[in-house]
């Protein structure tokens, strides 16, 4: 999924309405494709690295989901 289609899965699942999740396990791609929008633009748009070195949306932290 790109960064622009986790925004609008959190805006439609969760919104102003719903309490938010402390973490969401996020798949590599998704990861990736966060991580890089990060990297490229001064201000994504609400994802970003906080000073732990995570990776944040909206003070959610994206975790890499493991896959066996």
Same mark, same amino acid.
């Given at each position: 999924?790109t960064?622009?289609?986790?925004r &609008?899965?959190f805006?439609?699942?969760y919104?102003? &309405? /719903?309490?938010?999740p /402390?973490?969401?396990?996020?798949?590599?791609?998704?990861?990736e494709n966060?991580?890089t929008?990060?990297? /490229?633009?001064?201000d994504?748009?609400?994802i970003?690295?906080?000073?732990?070195?995570?990776?944040?949306?909206?003070?959610?932290?994206?975790?890499? /989901?493991?896959?066996?």
């Open positions: 999924m960064a622009n289609e986790l &609008h899965y805006n439609e699942n919104g102003i &309405h /719903k309490e938010w /402390k973490t969401f396990e996020v798949d590599a791609e998704t990861y966060c991580y929008e990060v990297l /490229k633009w001064e994504a748009n609400g970003e690295i906080d000073t732990k070195n995570r990776l944040m949306f909206k003070n959610v932290e994206l975790i890499l /989901k493991v896959t066996e």
